[in-house]
T-cell receptor, first 113, second 109 residues
Framework: DVKVTQSSRYLVKRTGEKVFLECVQD?????MFWYRQDPGLGLRLIYF???????EKGDIPEGYSVSREKKERFSLILESASTNQTSMYLC????????????FGPGTRLTVL | GQNIDQPTEMTATEGAIVQINCTYQ??????LFWYQQHAGEAPTFLSY??LDGLEEKGRFSSFLSRSKGYSYLLLKELQMKDSASYLC??????????WGAGTKLIIKP
């Protein structure tokens, strides 16, 4: 069964802390994505990766970085968390084919105090 | 720019039928997805259309007209558990998925 897991469902951090959000997929998918979702704004793409060690900026990359050292793992890093980064973070993966259905992890609800 | 429009919110009655519309303007088209998302949960796949016409899957159907840049999701025999947000997403010419903001569907008894 297709599975995407995220390291935490809920996370509370303080302003200025460095935050790591981990995502792992077991489907051998080429593509991985990080989104944030806020009420009324829908899904907004932060970063994505089409291959190991490869990354591309999405629509809102400011304040974030990513790492993909292994095919199955895609990490999102908040170098210095701020209150406006309080949000639901969703990781997704898709096969590297024309049919690009995305499979989502359960999400991490991050609160920055 | 690329744009996907969906109504923000809709209300329907249990047992009834509801149609959620999606219009899109994207650089190219390589397919359209509908996802369901319950509050506090991740989106889950509902349907995929790449050719014009209607795709039926149980109580849910999805329609596509590429010439009009239009799709709809039809939900029949509504149940309370259908209360959720419904997201429309289009694959553009670069095979990137462009997301709509979602339609929150409220089902009343």
């Amino acid at each position: 069964d297709v599975k995407v897991t995220q390291s935490s469902r809920y996370l509370v951090k303080r302003t200025g802390e460095k935050v790591f959000l981990e995502c792992v997929q077991d489907m051998d998918h080429e593509n991985m994505f990080w989104y944030r979702q806020d009420p009324g704004l829908g899904l907004r793409l932060i970063y994505f990766s089409y291959d190991v060690k490869m990354k591309e900026k999405g629509d809102i990359p400011e304040g974030y970085s990513v790492s993909r050292e292994k095919k199955e793992r895609f990490s999102l890093i908040l170098e210095s968390a701020s209150t406006n980064q309080t949000s639901m973070y969703l990781c997704a993966s898709s096969p590297g084919t024309d049919y690009n259905e995305q499979f989502f992890g359960p999400g991490t609800r991050l609160t920055v105090l | 720019g690329q744009n996907i429009d969906q109504p923000t919110e809709m209300t329907a009655t249990e047992g009834a039928i509801v149609q959620i519309n999606c219009t899109y303007q994207t650089s190219g088209f390589n397919g359209l997805f509908w996802y369901q998302q319950h509050a506090g949960e991740a989106p889950t796949f509902l349907s995929y259309n790449v050719l014009d016409g209607l795709e039926e899957k149980g109580r849910f159907s999805s329609f596509l007209s590429r010439s009009k840049g239009y799709s709809y999701l039809l939900l029949k025999e509504l149940q309370m558990k259908d209360s959720a947000s419904y997201l429309c997403a289009v694959t553009d010419s670069n095979y990137q998925l462009i997301w709509g903001a979602g339609t929150k569907l409220i089902i009343k008894p």
